[in-house]
């Protein structure tokens, strides 16, 4: 069985410091990979999607940058956090992308800039 | 009904009580996903619908689509406690991958 695991569960973390958070999937090979973003209370919101190690779109530009270092490997980074950051950050996965796909979440980071 | 600038939708009702949630889009699609979302967790997706079917069931769960009003509907009947979340729809956006999650229905089932 599949397995995606998100980490850290939260963070808080101060206005300009950097942010790096992570996701892994286990138990399938080569999936399509997603990074939303929901503010509380809010819709989610694509901001990137990757179909192979070392190839990342953007969708939003939220001064955030991601990366796929390993096959099952999402990553979601940014130099120098802002107060409009803060939200609860998903990582999802799905078997070939096309559009009657089954996303599949994990469990959130919820991120506090402060 | 939950899509576009508008706030997100909450419903409160007993449990045991059947409820409707509404989803427009604006936008061609060819499938409508259905996902339900519980306090501090991820999405999990509920029933997919595609355009060339009206209706979907599953368990205690409906779904109805109509492509020419750009509608769908999630019911859910006997409701239980369990069932308090948010339900999102999410279209494809121009059949293009890109899935659009709605504004929502925040649900309380009272117990």
């Known amino acids: 069985a599949q397995t995606i695991h998100q980490w850290p569960v939260a963070e808080i973390k101060a206005v300009g410091s950097p942010l790096s958070l992570g996701c892994t999937i286990k138990g399938k090979s080569s999936p399509n990979l997603y990074w939303y973003w929901q503010a509380t209370g809010g819709t989610l919101q694509q901001l990137f999607y990757?179909?192979?190690?070392?190839?990342v779109e953007s969708v939003v530009q939220l001064n955030l940058s991601a990366s796929r270092p390993k096959d099952d490997q999402f990553i979601l980074s940014t130099e120098k956090l802002l107060l409009s950051h803060s939200g609860f950050y998903l990582c999802?996965?799905?078997?070939?992308?096309?559009?009657?796909?089954?996303?599949?979440f994990g469990s959130g980071t919820r991120l506090t800039v402060l | 009904s939950q899509w576009g600038e508008e706030n997100l939708q909450a419903l409160s009702i007993q449990e045991g009580e059947d409820v409707t949630m509404n989803c427009s889009y604006k936008?061609?699609?060819?499938?409508v996903q259905w996902y339900r979302q519980k306090s501090g967790k991820g999405p999990a997706q509920l029933i997919l619908i595609r355009s060339n079917e009206r209706e979907k069931r599953s368990g205690r769960l409906r779904a109805t689509l109509d492509t020419s009003s750009q509608s769908s509907s999630l019911s859910i009947t006997g409701t239980l406690a369990t069932d308090t979340a948010v339900y999102f729809c999410a279209t494809d956006h121009y059949n293009q991958g890109k899935l659009i999650f709605g504004q929502g229905t925040k649900l309380s089932i009272k117990p």
């Open positions: 936008t061609y699609t060819t499938v």
């Open positions: 999802a996965w799905s078997q070939t992308g096309e559009s009657a796909e089954t996303l599949y």
């Open positions: 990757s179909i192979t190690v070392g190839q």
